[in-house]
């Protein structure tokens, strides 16, 4: 076990830190970011004392270098717009994100598991197939246009709930639920099928010969065997839903980490979106990282590979 | 069932983009002031107009257009790039192999939507450079899939036998690996197909991507969202075509899933 998870620190690190490269590759391929910091009707002698002074004139090596060295310390640079630190505003956004996020999966999960299982078991059943539409059309719905339905359902026309912004439990109905549609379509499919599997596995046919409730056969034995892609799926989902749920963040203008990041292409701020695109890339791998080290401890044959 | 569902709103789908000149009412770029903000059933705009007086429908089969060229045009892309390279990775292994995986992870590592629109907004708004931002973000998942299935045929028999024979690398590659990793690069094809159109609606929602006044579903979400309590028509219907070519492609997707390789089924 330990070898396993040295090896996935290991690589962990080396894709965090090739992710820093790939984002200061984009930045510096957007064209001369000197001009950014200064104002219109700057003179053209001005901006090379300019670059000269802010670094911009040293070999690309050592600019990577001087990046790489503050990222690590956490300084990604001012935002342009709000001449504050770009990482320190990420942060501050952090909190929205996880909330939303968070209610999200829990929905995901109170919902999708039990979806999952009821539609295996009563497999063929009108429950299965109202399962399967119900599904289908949650995985090719667009979450905007869910979105935007809802808020004229419960918004405009109803008045029962704000139509955006973040405030008290009413805020958070509507986002949650239109993160949660999606990925509980993926999930439910997911655990559909792999509960399936794993019903047709001999050792169900074992535990029911040898007399034991229907209940217990699902619920200690297939469930844990069939736990594992689940668990990587909605490991998969919570990394996207932190960085990925930017347009019903926009919609709802909900304050978080996603519309930061749009608001911070939109005013062509870079330093906030090179804070911004890598910690949410860092989440994503923390959370990969994470799911690994589970799956190791949930199947043994992992392991020892 | 579902077969018959997808099949139908693709063509729909399919059907709008191709006769959008013959079939729309009006031109979707005309403005007619007089007109604005007409509900649907209006004479002369069956589904209304928006703020500054063009016509809905007309604008809404310009979108399909749009969105079905872009997304053909992203799957081709990516499906060649990526199948190409995880092929070659594949085949060849050792160190093109593993460059590659790593460069996938830390590309995976990113969110779909927030690297393509990253970099749509450094490469600079537009038709063209939208296609190459999302074929950018999106061609990892071939390059994955494909090496993966690239690892298992190479075992066979037949390519074994085959290299036994003394077959050139590639020649075995093109003529035997490939056509055995075809259907699993199609498959992912026709499930990427919905999420990239659906991925370009949300961008230019945002304010990337293709830019106004060209007609595509998401920028017409967009507007129509600042006019929900007056003119709802504005944002449902575009909205509805989306989440129709988006299922009608989705179910489309399953089926070849299913009937080309049912190892892949979810």
Known sequence: MRAYVVSRLAQTALVVFLSLTAVFVMVRLSGDPVLLFMPMDIQAKDVNEFRQRLGFNDPLPVQYARFVGAAV?????ESLRYRRDALGLVLERLPATLLLAGTSLLLTAL????LGVISAVRRGSLLDHLGTITTVLGQATPGFWLGLLLIYLFSVHLRWLPTGGMGGVAHLVMPSIVLAAFYSARIARLTRSAVLEALGEDYVLTARAKGLGEGRVIGKHTLRNSAIPIVTLAGLEAGQVLGGAVITETIFAWPGLGRLTVQALLNRDFPVVLAAVFFISLMYTLINLAVDLVYGWLDPRVRLS | MKKWLGIALTAAAILAAIAAPWLAPHDPLR????????????????????????DVLARMLFGARLALFIGGCTVAVTALVGGLLGLVAGFVERWPSTVLMRLVDVQLSFPFILLAMTINAIMGLGLRNIILS????????????????????KQRDFVQAAAALGMGRTRLMFRHVLPN?????????????????????SISFLGFGVQPPTPAWGSMLSE??????????????PGAALALTALGVNLLGDWLRDTLDPKLRV
């Open chain 2, 181 to 201: 990793v075809a259907p699993s690069i199609i498959v992912v094809a026709s499930l990427q197909f919905s999420s990239f159109i659906v991925a370009e609606a």
């Open chain 2, 31 to 54: 403005t007619d002031f007089s007109q604005s903000l007409s509900p649907p059933g209006a004479p002369g705009h069956p589904l209304g107009t928006d703020q500054l007086g063009r």
């Open chain 1, 73 to 77: 310390r956490g300084d990604f640079g």
């Open chain 2, 224 to 237: 129509g969202r600042d006019f929900l309590y007056v003119a709802w028509w504005l944002a449902a219907f």
């Open chain 1, 111 to 114: 919902i999708a598991v039990p």
């Open chain 2, 134 to 153: 999302l074929s950018a973000a999106g061609w990892v998942v071939y390059a994955r899939v494909v090496r993966g299935e690239v690892l298992s045929v």
